[in-house]
Structures are given as C-alpha cells and as structure tokens.
C-alpha cells in the first residue's frame, strides 16, 4: 500500500502537527514502508497459536523486596502535601480562576472543587 502526500496531510492534520512541505516525501515513504510491513505480517499464519498464548507463554517474575523508600518524605519537597496527597494549585487554563480559596480553587477544607 502507498500512501500519497494528501493523506500525509490528513494524518498530520488529524493528529494536529505542522509537516512543511519538504517533508512530504519522506513522511510517504515511512508511512507506506510501515503499512507494507503491517501487511506482511497480516500474511502469517497464526491459526494454531491460541489468543492469549503470547501471555502465558512469558515467564513472569515474582516483585521482591519492599519498597524502596524515598531519602525525604514528601512533605520535604512537596509545596503542600496533606493526608497522602500532593495538593497542586488549579491551572490557570481551567477557567481562569486561582487556587485560592474562594477563588474556585480549594475550599477550606482543602478539597478542590469540581471541574465542569
């Protein structure tokens, strides 16, 4: 399969990115080049392999060991930490109001109000 530089631009538009012109080509190239390998591999013949062999064929190891712990608490370099959690302003992207209390931020209690 071959793909022209029309759906380039669509790929590029749909996934939002600017491809200058010059790049056209090369872009065809890669994308055709994994189509064609995706092809390929479409071609093989995994009728006697059973869907999730992949998955109990790999060997799994058990987790050891506990936790290693951090050098400094969260708290240390966290600006607030409280009841687990690390407690981050709201951005100024979301509607535009502060993480101060009463501005849409935190209440008193600390809890953030939620998003619409």
Known sequence: MSVGFEEVRRIAALARLG????RLPV???ELSGILEHMAELQRVDTSGVAEDAGLAATPQRADQGPPIPLLRGP????????DGFFIVPRLATH???????GA???DEEGAGEEMP
């Open 19 to 22: 491809v200058a012109e010059d």
């Open 95 to 101: 509607g535009g109001q502060s993480a101060t209390p």
């Open 75 to 82: 708290d240390a370099f966290a600006p607030e930490f409280r």
């Open 104 to 106: 849409g931020g935190l």
């Open 27 to 29: 872009l065809a190239k």
